[in-house]
């Protein structure tokens, strides 16, 4: 099953508010399919909890992993920490400043 599928099944109109922010944003069409990669990814890390409860500790607990446990690149965290950050601020309405999309050191 593809992490969108996933996504849409485990949070049923998620996807939907995602791709309607995206387009809002004007964003481009890869640049609207990785975002939605990482938002995904991360909703699906924290399954037990509903999108509208994560948190920054949240975000910051995601992005630990990927780069401790899947230890990908410093592009692709970066891609990662841009994605949640518009998920919180555009999708979730919540405010993340500065030292919330600092990548974790």
């Known amino acids: ?35 939605l990669h990482w938002i995904s990814r991360f909703v699906m890390f924290h399954e037990s909890k509903t999108p ?7 975000r910051q607990a995601f992005l630990c992993y990927l780069r401790d446990r899947a230890q ?11 994605a949640l950050a518009f998920f919180f601020e555009q999708v979730l309405g919540k405010s993340v400043d500065d030292s919330q999309t600092a990548l974790p050191t």
């Open 52 to 58: 509208e409860t994560l948190v920054s500790e949240d």
């Open 72 to 82: 990908i690149s410093r592009a692709k965290m970066n891609q990662a920490s841009q």
């Open 1 to 35: 099953m593809h992490l969108t599928e996933a996504l849409e099944q485990t949070r049923p109109g998620l996807l939907k508010r995602i791709q309607v922010a995206a387009q809002h944003q004007q964003f481009n069409q890869r640049t609207r399919q990785s975002y």
